[in-house]
């Protein structure tokens, strides 16, 4: 039997499902709606309708679109999910629950990430929310894939994902940043995986050519393909843009090649050299200017402590960006300033 | 064809009063959509409409996108010789070819103990560069003709064109207290004490040194207004709403009393002083235990414009020791 049904395409996730469906059946993204993408490439993420539903393996999911999103996810055959504790909203009482192995122990504590992931297995129904404002982003993973994610934006990933994290390197990111020191990492490595994000504010998606870079702020960094390359840079108050020697290493891809990058990006993505004790304390010193040091006044006076001293003038008064060089997709949420959910 | 391309160039925003072909789905200006109905109240109040999901504002030779609808986002696409300067906080991200640099301020010492940012940036074509508020409210653009000047409230700024001037003004607005902090006397004294500070628990503790013989200073609509003005050229400055943004347009004397941090913007010409009222509650000398209500009086010639979400004001209904000009109304 042929199946002659016309199909239409995701624009988000680039499935296909029949041309009478007016949501992806994959990802939820409404299919009878144009895409709003900026003038410079920047996609909005899909506006999810008020109880849309999609589906992964034998499970389903059905979105509560509101201020403050919530999905509530259907688990089947032997489907598993895991997450954040704090961000299950309510479940079935008969829901088997078990603990996600997670590698970092002790590291992952003291980085302020979650020291338990949770793992809730079928059958039965779970719900998240991130408790606060925002936008879900429904993101299905393909196999061989990593997608590297924010630490604390993770609202649930299917089990065919495997769990790792990456550490940004670095004492001026930690500080800095504003991102945390972890980046979480799903890899998708034989089966294809899902993850569902909560973003603050609205959610942006640019995919970055091979070798092409911009700034972001790194407050508003959500998630990355692993091959985009991040480094921070520091903007001075006369205009430079200073790079910095940490930077978040790509995913060991040897299936694409790092041969095969251009040689600009190969150039950006190699840290630079360190000059000894006298180039380290000049590279100290050349992080605080101005802009840090107007910070810094700022975060005392509102009662910042020291530690909101020493980041701002780490940070350089806001002036420090992450630089994102492609190629793949980048994510970015428009509240960008540290936003933290009460368990955190 | 000609009588048709006349009838286009004469659509006139209800909102900015600016004209264009009208010919967009929305006002190339302001960003207003085009052709709505005026929202306007009985009272006046006109509610400026929700710049839409990605309308295109024109400036100079460059423009501006508006996206996003819950924390909206504004991506300048500058043209090589065209600029904007904004608060460094403001800033989403960038591509590396705009060249960002820091704007000479003048009285930094002032500045930040009236809380106003430090550093002002500006950026400078070819580029494109974009700025998010971090909070969800409204993006209001107020375009600018040559010469013309808006007030805005400290803070609420997101962007401006390098054309429009920027200068800052006391509100004189504002009332004194007793039992508050003691204002520091200079800059080495209020460093020092800063520093020690820190080196206990960290941070400012606000209730240290509070003392019924010292004076709290109050600004109720912030300490200094934003005042922006449009050189040669017109101009544009977006500014972010906390909530719904409402305009009216006061004439000649006609005054309104508003919820001090209500306000948003103003024009220039438009006056504002405080405004007390004293409910008739219990015997008189209780009256100033809390029994008061204090407003902003604004009058006209000019618009004001007001957000419906604003924060609560700090008032802790302690004696006045002194205020700025006002007026007062006891309630029978």
């Known amino acids: 039997m042929t199946d002659v049904e016309q199909r239409i395409q995701c624009r988000w996730c680039h499935a296909q499902s029949p041309s009478s469906a007016r949501t992806c059946d994959r990802c939820g993204a409404p299919l009878d709606v144009r895409d709003a993408v900026t003038d410079s490439g920047w996609r909005e993420a899909p506006r999810l309708r008020d109880l849309t539903q999609f589906h992964w393996s034998a499970s389903g999911c059905q979105m509560d679109a509101g201020v403050v999103p919530v999905a509530e996810v259907t688990l089947a055959g032997e489907d598993t999910v895991f997450f954040e504790h704090h961000a299950m909203l309510w479940k079935d009482e008969s829901v088997p629950m078990s603990v996600l192995s997670t590698p970092g122990g002790a590291r992952r504590l003291v980085s302020g990430m979650p020291f338990v992931l949770s793992v809730a297995h079928a059958p039965g129904r779970v719900a998240f929310s991130r408790d606060a404002t925002g936008e879900l982003v429904v993101i299905p993973v393909e196999a061989p894939a990593e997608v590297d994610v924010r630490e604390h934006a993770l609202v649930l990933a299917s089990g065919s994902l495997s769990f790792t994290y990456e550490k940004i390197g670095g004492f001026r990111v930690m500080l800095a940043a504003d991102a945390g020191m972890y980046l979480d990492r799903f890899v998708a490595q034989s089966a294809p995986g899902l993850l569902v994000l909560h973003g603050y504010g609205n959610v942006f998606q640019r995919t970055l050519g091979e070798g092409e870079t911009i700034l972001i702020d790194p407050g508003a960094f959500f998630y990355k393909d692993s091959k985009v390359t991040m480094e921070v840079t520091s903007i001075n108050m006369k205009g430079r843009i200073e790079d910095n020697a940490a930077a978040a290493p790509p995913a060991d891809d040897s299936a694409a090649g790092t041969a095969a990058a251009p040689a600009a990006a190969a150039a950006v993505a190699e840290p630079p050299k360190k000059g000894g004790m006298f180039g380290r304390l000049k590279s100290v010193t050349s992080m605080v200017n101005v802009g840090g040091i107007a910070q810094a006044a700022g975060s005392l006076r509102s009662g910042g402590g020291i530690g909101g001293v020493a980041s701002a003038l780490v940070g350089g008064g806001g002036s420090t960006m992450f630089r994102m060089t492609g190629p793949g997709r980048v994510g970015i949420q428009s509240m960008f300033r540290p936003h933290k959910t009460g368990s955190e | ?332």
């Not at chain 2, 301020?105 to 550093?119: D, E, I, Q, Y």
């Not at chain 2, 400078?124 to 700025?131: K, Q, V």
């Not at chain 2, 029994?291 to 419906?308: A, D, E, H, I, M």
Request: charged content about 20%.
């Open chain 2, 1 to 332: 064809m000609t009588d048709t391309a006349a009838a286009q160039s004469t659509y006139t925003c209800p909102y900015c009063k600016q004209t264009s072909t009208g010919a967009e789905t929305s006002c190339p200006t302001c960003g207003a959509p085009v052709n709505i109905q005026l929202r306007t109240t009985a009272s006046g109040w006109t509610e400026l409409p929700s710049i839409a999901d990605m309308a295109r504002i024109q400036f100079g030779q460059s423009k501006a996108q508006v996206e996003g609808r819950l924390v909206p986002v504004a991506e300048m696409s500058l043209a090589a010789g065209d600029g904007v300067y904004f608060t460094q906080n403001m800033l989403l991200w960038q591509e590396p070819s705009v060249h960002v640099d820091a704007m000479p301020l003048s009285k930094p010492w002032t500045r930040h103990r009236a809380g106003l940012p430090l550093v002002m940036l500006t950026a400078d074509g070819p580029g494109r560069i974009a700025f998010s508020h971090d909070e969800p409210g409204e993006l209001i653009a107020l375009p600018l003709q040559r010469g013309a000047a808006v007030d805005v409230r400290e803070h609420t700024l997101l962007v401006a064109t390098k054309g429009v001037a920027y200068d800052w003004a006391p509100t004189n607005v504002w009332f004194m207290t007793s039992g508050g902090q003691q204002q520091p006397v200079s800059a080495g004294g209020s460093l020092l004490k800063m520093g020690m500070q820190m080196a206990g628990a960290g941070g400012l503790d606000r209730d240290r040194g509070r003392d019924n013989n010292q004076q709290e200073w109050h600004y109720p609509v912030g300490q200094f207004l934003d005042r922006f003005q449009a050189g040669e050229k017109p101009g544009l400055v977006m500014v972010q709403a906390s909530g719904n943004a409402y305009v009216r347009e006061l004439g000649e004397r006609e005054s309104i009393l508003i919820k001090p941090p209500a306000l948003l913007f103003k024009d220039p010409t438009v006056g504002m002083q405080l405004h007390v009222e004293y409910p008739a509650a219990g015997m008189k000398l209780w009256r100033t235990w809390g029994n008061r209500y204090l407003w902003l009086r604004v009058w006209g010639p000019g618009r004001v414009g007001l957000q419906s979400c604003y924060e609560r004001l700090d008032d802790p209904g302690t004696d006045f020791r002194d205020l700025s000009p006002h007026t007062d109304y006891l309630w029978r």
